[in-house]
């Protein structure tokens, strides 16, 4: 079972700049493909940013273009989540998911299977 901590969430002012960490054990990272998610207060969780183990194949949604960037360094079992520009409507928990790679890069949160506990960002205007 993939085991996955979040951190780096926290409150910032619009137009500040926020790095999110996923932390991921129990599982060979370099055999998952994983992805950001996001949930705000009273909404559906939506995807944000997707990727497989090899580098280049991201997917972002369009409101992450130009302003959020999801990395991974296999070496230390982690995905990163850098943000710019931050706006109020970014204000929701932010997880991390992973789902074996099986060649294809899913967007969809339904096709990924274990979840990290979530962070809080709050953008203030």
């Known amino acids: 079972q993939v085991h996955m901590v979040e951190s780096g969430g926290g409150l910032v002012q619009a137009g500040d700049s926020l790095r999110l960490s996923c932390v991921v054990s129990?599982?060979?990272?370099?055999?998952?493909?994983m992805g950001w998610f996001r949930q705000a207060l009273g909404k559906e969780r939506e995807s944000v940013a997707t990727?497989?183990?090899?580098?280049?194949?991201?997917w972002y949604q369009e409101f992450a273009k130009g302003r959020f960037t999801i990395s991974r360094d296999n070496a230390k079992n982690t995905l990163y989540l850098q943000m710019y520009s931050l706006k109020p409507e970014d204000t929701a928990v932010y997880y991390c998911?992973?789902?074996?790679?099986?060649?294809?890069?899913?967007?969809?949160?339904?096709?990924?299977?274990?979840w990290g506990q979530g962070t809080q960002v709050i953008v203030s205007s």
């Open positions: 129990g599982r060979t990272f370099s055999n998952l493909a």
């Open positions: 998911a992973a789902r074996t790679d099986t060649g294809v890069l899913y967007t969809a949160d339904t096709r990924y299977t274990d």
């Open positions: 990727m497989r183990p090899i580098a280049g194949e991201t």
